[in-house]
């Protein structure tokens, strides 16, 4: 049985924390990444009974990993 | 010191009132140590502040030289923080450093992962534990499931150590179990 990750969620997030909590790898293309954030966003609606913590620590992630692929996209 | 020197806004008949280089040259400054010294926007702008009154640079000095020494001290004192600091080792708010690592989970971060309010029974605390455990083990990351672990391991602790009683409600490891027991027999 594999060991859980200790603590708890970092105070900032990082990209390696983001590909953890997306389950893919850093250098996963963007389609995966939107995959995985699709696939676990589901799991962890809030309106289904998920926590909207984890849920903002999800789309923050996809935003994190997506956001750096492409070459600074900003809104202004 | 300012006998023989006078204050004039206005060029005598006789001086020049440019510079003579033309354009914008309407700027006229008569300097208190030079009488005939004629400004003019063209000048180079030190040579304007030069000539300001000396107490204007005896107050510049002294701005200079307390922003230094503020500057050394302040210096001075944050070295001596950090010695200090390494000195005592485990200090006040090295907990709250700790949680800021995201390296300890605090009651507070816990009770968000899981979505319970500060009040939440032990019922409510292991249905929720449940419900995201299971649904993250399906379609989920295992860093996830492990913060929900986690998270319900925390406030399990506080409430052990506060004397509320926690037994387990889920069926998540009742499953495991027997899972393994249905493994063993059908070897058997």
Known sequence: ?76 | MWQGMRARSAPMPDEPTTCGKGGLCHTYITLHHTESFVACSHNNLSQVFLCWSSAARILANLAVAGATVLFRAATQAYRQALVNAQKSGVTADSVGAAARLGKQLTRQEAEQILGIEAGATWEEISKKYEHLYKKNEEAGSFYLQSKVYRAKERIEQDLQAEGVPTPDLTDIHTQQQQQQQGATGKDA
């Open chain 1, 1 to 76: 049985m594999r060991q859980f990750y200790k603590g708890g969620f970092l105070p900032e997030m990082t990209r390696r924390e983001a590909a953890l909590i997306l389950g893919i790898r850093e250098s996963a293309a963007e389609a995966k990444v939107k995959e995985a954030h699709r696939r676990i966003m589901i799991a962890n609606h809030p309106d289904a009974g998920g926590s909207s913590y984890i849920a903002t620590k999800v789309n923050e992630a996809k935003d994190m990993l997506v956001g750096k692929k492409r070459s600074g996209s900003s809104m202004f």
